[in-house]
């Protein structure tokens, strides 16, 4: 036991040692800085068992364009994203099943905390596999998308089912307001923090919700999670192997898109499914289809459990996934005590919170490519057959996807000014871009420390960063949108939200 012990300090002292030499300009750069360096070096064109791609990486301006390209419009879209799947959230709000099962209401950003951190796993995972050549062959390509989507269904299917017996938790310690108007104000705005702390109407006449209201939510749940991790796991994978085919770095474009549309396309099925579901409570449907979906389960479990590339990681990443949750909780709270004292503040918390948390996913991304790379170049000559291109260097890297978001977060503030829905004083203008390029600079940095900090503890980025990652910041983002509320106030600039908004 001993020896196994040794070889394994002796094969992560090699791999750290790659690292080190792979991305240092000098003997004399510390371990450090090496480590970081090859970390945020995006390995764009790597491949096993055929030759690197002709495009290359040429002059620095060449190296910027790379990088502005492929994550600029990305991390746009996202957070128009965000914006129409909070109006989207006041919609379903007030549809028939959610006002009569209060807990329809609490399991949205339960659910959608959960399982946005399980489809941005997946596309850190895919997008390591496309940049270090586990995609190029057709075999391991088919064995590696068919298990991710398969374990993907399991864990989709066991947190919906957690999500469902916290939303009844939840539902009997949360308190209640007095009218609905004020919990649907609120419940507009909470899939911003991705937690949720709305408050419930009280309708003394409605009874307590029993054990079919709780089959008919577990069954919402796991079937809305269940369908869209089919779907957006279909598309992940159609999306990963685009941009390997056409030299795209996927590093740059999957977790951002991956965490937007999972937002969107999971609260779309659960708005439906449950819309469908209402008429049955009382019937044994909700029931047959939540055995149907953990037979599922259970098969898709057999599947991985035969599959080489994601047997390990059916019992990996559920720590993470769940402190997650519990940091998000905290999020809700600071959410639920702000969004009715500062005009806008859920609103905002969009940008400074989503948007930081947007780009350290792709640079979570790109630190665990590139460390998976560079242990697979200790390995013998004849497990790979690459050679690594010239790269950017951190500095690069880091400056690049700092500047990348300050003309978003201008133009969304400009956006909310000119069309009216804030009236954003100059002030507050300046203190927020400040608090944001603040929280950018967070996420950078937490990113690179995190992702380092779990592959030096032989836990694997891919499936243990992203969670803890995206709650922390998310927290972080909320906290200093709270303290530029609280300076501007105190300088009398208030901001103003536009009646009805």
């Known amino acids: 036991m001993a020896a196994v012990d040794d070889d394994s300090e002796r094969r992560a002292a090699a791999v750290m040692a790659s690292v080190e030499d792979f991305g240092s300009d000098n003997g004399s750069a510390s371990d450090s ?61 007030h549809w028939k099943a959610m006002r009569q099962i209060d807990e329809l209401i609490i399991i949205i950003p339960v659910i959608l905390n959960l399982k946005g951190n399980l489809e941005m796993n997946l596309s850190s995972r895919l997008g390591t596999a496309a940049n270090v050549g586990g995609l190029d062959d057709r075999s391991s390509r088919y064995g590696i998308l068919s298990g991710n989507m398969a374990l993907l269904q399991v864990q989709a299917t066991l947190v919906s089912f957690i999500a469902a017996i916290l939303s009844f938790v939840l539902g009997l310690i949360m308190p209640r307001s007095g009218s609905s108007s004020e919990a649907s104000t609120d419940s507009r705005f909470l899939l911003y923090s991705r937690r949720p702390h709305p408050k419930l109407p009280y309708d003394p006449r409605k009874p307590k919700s029993g054990i079919a209201e709780f089959i008919m939510v577990a069954s919402t749940g796991m079937a809305s999670a269940c369908l869209s991790s089919l779907l957006l796991g279909s598309f992940m994978c159609t999306l990963v192997i685009f941009c390997r085919k056409f030299s795209l770095n996927p590093d740059n474009i999957a977790p951002p898109v991956a965490a937007c549309l999972g937002d969107l396309i999971t609260l779309c099925l659960l708005g439906l499914t449950s819309t469908f579901l209402i008429n049955f409570v009382n019937t044994p449907l909700p029931l047959i289809i939540c055995i149907v979906l953990v037979l599922s389960a259970c098969l898709s479990a057999y599947l991985v459990s035969r599959n080489n590339f994601v047997r390990p990681l059916i019992t990996q990443g559920w720590t993470p996934l769940f402190g997650a949750m519990m940091i998000s909780s905290a999020t809700g709270i600071i959410l639920d005590l702000f969004v009715s004292r500062y ?51 951190l500095k690069l890297v880091m400056i690049t996807l700092f500047l990348i978001t300050i003309p978003v977060e201008i133009g969304f503030l400009s956006t909310l000014r000119g069309v009216g829905w804030l009236a954003l004083p100059i002030v507050f203008i300046g203190c927020s871009i400040i608090f944001f390029c603040i929280a950018v600079l967070f996420s950078l940095w937490f990113a690179q420390a995190l992702t380092h900090f779990l592959w030096k503890r ?43 908004q």
């Not at 694997?460 to 909320?478: C, E, F, N, R």
């Open 33 to 93: 800085d090496d480590e970081v360096d090859v970390a945020l070096l995006g390995l764009e064109r790597q491949s096993r068992g055929r030759e690197l791609s002709t495009k290359e990486v040429g002059s620095t301006w060449r190296q910027v364009k790379d990088i502005v390209v492929e994550t600029a419009p990305t991390l746009l879209f996202t957070t128009i994203g965000l914006l129409f799947t909070g109006e989207l959230l006041d919609h379903v709000s």
């Open 343 to 393: 005009s806008g503040f859920a609103l905002l918390a969009v940008i400074i919170s989503g948007l930081p948390g947007s780009v350290g996913s792709v640079a979570v991304s790109r630190i665990s490519t590139n460390l998976h790379a560079a242990a697979m170049s200790v390995l013998p000559p004849s497990a790979h057959k690459h050679e690594t291109p010239p790269q950017p260097s």
């Open 458 to 500: 032989e836990r694997d980025p891919d499936m243990y960063a992203m969670p803890i990652h995206s709650s922390v910041i998310d927290l972080v983002g909320q906290l200093l949108l709270v303290l530029c509320f609280e300076i501007v106030s105190l300088m009398g600039q208030p901001v103003e939200a536009k009646p009805g």
